[in-house]
């Protein structure tokens, strides 16, 4: 939180006119800025190769492709969009031999990074001594930059590697007034 320096007071205009004042002084700045790496996830597979009725991994063949588009954030290739933007790569997944379990690791790729900034603009009148009333400006990821949510993790699905939403809202305004006495 940052007391803007305007204002009776303050150390800029701080012998103002009461008027003058009343419309430059008492604002306050905050913010709240995010930064996460992203999210780690499983790969998995939609069938039992196992037997067991329990979710399973697929073995991996080769260090994961990750060309981090939405269609296609790592490579599969019963994903479409992934055989279209790669037509020659191989799988880096693969369907377990039956009755077998998968060697994939347990969150073995990253999701996307998180980068939020959030601020408030705020101004607090004086009506009186015991009264003010309390002005908000707020504005939630403020960039409107968008994180993403992991994509699809069967790699045997049309739908593995593929990104169908975000974990943050776009930007998002709100304003409030607050009487207090």
Request: proline share 7%; hydrophobic share 35%; net charge positive.
């Amino acid at each position: 939180i940052w007391e803007l320096p305007f204002g009776k007071g303050r150390s800029l205009l701080g012998s103002a006119p009461k008027a003058l004042d009343f419309v430059i002084g008492g604002w306050q700045l905050q913010g709240i800025n995010t930064l996460q790496s992203g999210v780690h996830y499983n790969v998995s597979i939609s069938a039992d190769r196992a037997n067991t009725g329990t979710s399973q991994r697929p073995d991996a063949i080769a260090p994961p492709v990750e060309p981090h588009t939405l269609s296609c954030w790592y490579y599969t290739s019963s994903n479409p969009a992934c055989r279209s933007l790669l037509p020659s790569q191989a799988d880096t997944f693969v369907l377990p031999a039956l009755y077998t379990y998968g060697n994939a690791g347990r969150n073995l790729m990253r999701g996307d990074r998180l980068v939020q900034l959030d601020m408030s603009l705020i101004k607090n009148f004086m009506i009186t001594e015991g009264k003010r009333v309390e002005f908000r400006a707020q504005t939630f990821n403020l960039t409107n930059t968008p994180s993403f949510s992991a994509p699809g993790g069967s790699v045997n699905l049309a739908t593995g590697g593929s990104i169908t939403s975000t974990r943050n809202q776009p930007r998002l305004y709100e304003f409030g007034l607050k009487f207090s006495f």
